[in-house]
T-cell receptor
Framework: SQTIHQWPATLVQPVGSPLSLECTVE??????LYWYRQAAGRGLQLLFY??????ISSEVPQNLSASRPQDRQFILSSKKLLLSDSGFYLC????????????FGSGTQLSVL | DAKTTQPPSMDCAEGRAANLPCNHS???????VYWYRQIHSQGPQYIIH???NNETNEMASLIITEDRKSSTLILPHATLRDTAVYYC????????????FGGGTRLMVKP
């Protein structure tokens, strides 16, 4: 069966520090991968998606970047965090089939202080 | 992707059916309707999806109007654990497509 792992669960970082959140998927190959962010009490905002290794599409210009060094690995990064980067970050994957649905990780609560 | 409109919040009595509406008047012919829910501080959970026909699974039923411009998610016997934010999303289900989440409906199931 397929599983998605996202870590860490919580993170407190000072303004200006770097960020690296990692997401891995097991039990499937060539998934579509996504990073979402959710501000407190708000809906989910799509940040990045990837349809293959090295292929990254950005939905919102911002202080963040994403990379996909391996088929089932998706990384969210920042060189210098801003206060506005605080939020709940969710990784998700979806298969390539016609009736596939999104499966989400457990999320990372990032607090930038 | 087509946009959706949902009421921001709803209440439901425990044991009663919860009917959550969603308008998607600009939906295209081959866009699916998806429902997810998110319990506080967790990742969203898939509930059900459909294209034209009504769908039912162990969690819920999805009723899509004939013109496909609106749909209703039905939780037949709501429990306290169904308290969550419910997202209605429409989109193409092909490779590379993403599903855009709006504000959702915050369902509060009360004893």
């Amino acid at each position: 069966s397929q599983t998605i792992h996202q870590w860490p669960a919580t993170l407190v970082q000072p303004v200006g520090s770097p960020l690296s959140l990692e997401c891995t998927v097991e039990g499937t190959s060539n998934p579509n991968l996504y990073w979402y962010r959710q501000a407190a009490g708000r809906g989910l905002q799509l940040l990045f998606y990837s349809v293959g290794i090295g292929q990254i599409s950005s939905e919102v210009p911002q202080n963040l970047s994403a990379s996909r060094p391996q088929d089932r690995q998706f990384i969210l990064s920042s060189k210098k965090l801003l206060l506005s980067d605080s939020g709940f970050y969710l990784c998700a994957w979806k298969g390539q089939g016609a009736r596939e649905k999104l499966f989400f990780g457990s999320g990372t609560q990032l607090s930038v202080l | 992707d087509a946009k959706t409109t949902q009421p921001p919040s709803m209440d439901c009595a425990e044991g009663r059916a919860a009917n959550l509406p969603c308008n998607h008047s600009t939906i295209s012919g081959n866009e699916y309707v998806y429902w997810y829910r998110q319990i506080h501080s967790q990742g969203p959970q898939y509930i059900i999806h459909g294209l034209k026909n009504n769908e039912t699974n162990e969690m819920a039923s999805l009723i899509i109007t004939e013109d496909r411009k609106s749909s209703t998610l039905i939780l037949p016997h709501a429990t306290l654990r169904d308290t969550a934010v419910y997202y209605c999303i429409v989109g193409y289900n092909n490779a590379g497509n993403m599903l855009t989440f709006g504000g959702g409906t915050r369902l509060m199931v009360k004893p």
